[in-house]
């Protein structure tokens, strides 16, 4: 099965980090930084349930080649589900990640986990990604996985980038996943 590993190192702590990645407000803002059309950022809480964000959004395909894009018309619906974990030693974080992409009858699906750790000088936070794909597409799934997995990275890039920028942006601080930031 295809898989993405993603690595990127911020300057933050795994509670801020964890706080903006469960800001429907930074969803948002990824979701601008990808183009995406229909956006619906929240943030979910149920009792008894882990501390969930969903990103929905329709983007457009320009990122696909081009003998793809008749498949796959001009969007595509992504889902991005995060449901969190409790903090864990140092406020090290961690999420079941699933994105859907869906296009007509086609869909990928990406599974997942999602941590949040300090890098060994304790001065920034390793995010790793680590998630397997499936694409159902009959006749043609297999020719349509590296497109996908391309699609995919530029929006874990991008979303690195934003959360470069919203990091940087002093603003009010939004709770983290579950209990809030935990004290550094």
């Known amino acids: 099965m295809p898989s993405l590993e993603h690595e990127a190192e911020l300057p933050a702590s795994p509670a801020a980090l964890a706080g903006a990645l469960a800001d429907p407000a930074f969803l948002e803002a990824w979701a601008a930084r990808l183009e995406g ?3 619906r950022a929240e943030r979910q809480e149920d009792p008894g349930e882990p501390p969930a964000t969903v990103l929905e959004l329709d983007l457009p395909t320009s990122a696909v080649p081009r003998l793809f894009r ?3 018309g001009p969007a595509v619906h992504l889902e991005d589900r995060r449901h969190w ?3 864990g030693p140092e406020g090290a974080r961690e999420a079941e990640l699933l994105v859907v992409a869906t296009t007509g009858p086609h869909r990928g699906e990406l599974r997942g986990r999602l941590a949040l750790v300090r890098s060994d000088t304790g001065r920034s936070t390793l995010l790793r990604v680590r998630a397997e794909l499936t694409v159902a597409v009959p006749l043609l799934g297999g020719r349509l996985t590296g497109p996908l997995l391309g699609l995919l ?3 874990l890039d991008r ?4 959360l470069a920028d919203w990091l940087a942006t002093p603003r009010a601080t939004a709770p ?3 209990t809030g930031p935990s004290p550094d």
């Open 85 to 87: 974990g409790p903090p």
């Open 176 to 178: 983290g996943p579950a």
């Open 153 to 155: 990275q530029a929006a």
């Open 159 to 162: 979303q690195d980038a934003a």
């Open 70 to 72: 008749p498949l796959v």
């Open 37 to 39: 059309r229909e956006v």
